[in-house]
């Protein structure tokens, strides 16, 4: 995630600093993530084929997984100025108009991660409140749940912080 850090997006060169809370964090949790998938999926691959039964847990947690990594992948996107946009338009405009819409872009971004995360929260609540159980491992739902709504916010922390430099940067 970081051999290429250096590289700016093209287009997008509106002069803001790079962030103060390195993106190498979420880059060091997705590789954690992608290490525990090869693993689990790795371990029933090994078992499937020496006794023709299958883990039950490593599909559950597979899932619940790699939801976490695209999260924690958009977080990484957004601190780094990798988030997908199209720039055909905006990197032809004079560079006060390009951040303008920059920043609307990212004021979009934010509602909707927002979004995400006010209402992951409520649903969140609701699979701890009526004791929800997941349908194969029968272990409570809120524990994959949870990562939706805490992930959001910090996705929306990397885009208020984006928004901060590219003002700054005006």
Not at 6 to 14: E, K, N, R, S, V
Not at 27 to 52: D, E, K, S
Request: include cysteine; aromatic fraction near 14%.
């Amino acid at each position: 995630m970081t051999e290429h850090a250096d590289i700016q997006a093209p287009g997008l060169q509106l002069g803001e600093a790079p962030p103060r809370i390195p993106v190498t964090i979420e880059g060091a949790i997705g590789a954690a993530i992608m290490g525990v998938l090869a693993l689990i999926t790795f371990g029933n691959v090994v078992v499937r084929y020496f006794t023709n039964v299958s883990f039950a847990f490593t599909e559950e947690y597979s899932v619940a997984l790699m939801v976490v990594m695209a999260f924690v992948g958009a977080a990484a996107a957004f601190g780094n100025d990798r988030h997908i946009r199209m720039t055909f338009f905006t990197e032809r405009l004079p560079l006060r108009i390009a951040r303008l819409v920059e920043q609307a872009v990212l004021a979009s971004c934010l509602l909707i991660f927002g979004f995400i995360a006010w209402y992951g929260a409520w649903y969140t609540w609701d699979e701890y409140r009526f004791e929800v159980l997941s349908p194969g491992l029968g272990v409570p739902s809120w524990y994959y749940t949870v990562w939706m709504p805490l992930l959001s916010a910090v996705i929306c922390l990397r885009i208020l912080g984006r928004m901060i430099r590219v003002a700054k940067a005006g």
